[in-house]
């Protein structure tokens, strides 16, 4: 995924990784989680862009409420960017469709985004300021 990202914005971002090698297996549809993922990293490197710098990294968690449901084990993937941040005036709108803060976007990607991961019965969340944007990935590894 990171490899997509390069090609497509070459030499003007840096991506750090930190995985936890021990997560668990999950169960969902591969082929949508890696498009969800996907379109959050190309936002942040629209975002940073030039010579931004992205973050990505895996962890356990534990006790956590997913959609509703208690989970008590889960993987979070987050992805973190040094970007300029959400605008204030879509924040609380970025994964409805159309919704975009960048001239010329489609406001589909984090719309798409949402809708795969809750599809495999995860969620999204985000955190953002200037300088600083944060997107939570988290899957339950439960029924």
Known sequence: MIHLAQAEYPNKITFHE???VS????????EQLIQAVLNIVRNA?????????IMI??????????????????IRLTILDNG????EEIKSKIFFPLI?????GSGLGLFIAQKLINE?????????????????IVLP???
């Open 57 to 74: 990294s895996t962890e356990i968690v534990r006790k956590v409420t997913i959609l509703k449901k208690m989970c008590p084990l889960a």
């Open 18 to 20: 930190k995985f936890d």
């Open 100 to 104: 975009s803060g960048r001239p010329g």
């Open 141 to 143: 590894v439960c029924s």
């Open 120 to 136: 495999n019965r995860g969620n999204i969340v985000v955190n953002s300021d200037p300088g600083r944007t944060m997107f939570a």
């Open 23 to 30: 997560l668990p297996d999950l169960t969902g549809d591969k």
């Open 84 to 87: 300029p941040g959400i605008p």
């Open 45 to 53: 490197s629209q975002a940073v862009m030039p010579d931004g710098q």
